[in-house]
């Protein structure tokens, strides 16, 4: 948003979006309900990770090195951290 209020960008999403992040790239990175996505300033897809069936993804941050922390839940209730690649390759799990 501009400093006099007016919306300079915006990315109509869908579904729930729960977390968002503007890239040193310019990007911006959010977790929506079934996965995380990477959007261009042209509103491209730079990539997306899709959750797994019966999984919600809640948040999404960068992390150093490129990676980025993305939390799910499942409907077993159990949790977990995933610190992943640009792409959804998933380096480290942490279940909750």
Known sequence: ??????????????????DAWLLENGD??????????EVKA???TAWEYHAPRGAETHSCQPLPGGLFLVGESY????????EMERGGAIKKT???
């Not at 911006?28 to 996505?37: D, L, N, Q, S």
């Open 42 to 44: 042209d509103k491209s």
């Open 1 to 18: 948003m501009a400093a006099s209020g007016e919306i300079e960008w915006e990315y109509p999403i869908a579904e729930e979006t729960s």
């Open 28 to 37: 911006v990175i959010f977790a929506f309900k079934k996965g995380v996505r």
């Open 94 to 96: 942490v279940t909750i």
């Open 75 to 82: 409907s077993n209730g159990t949790s977990a951290l995933y």
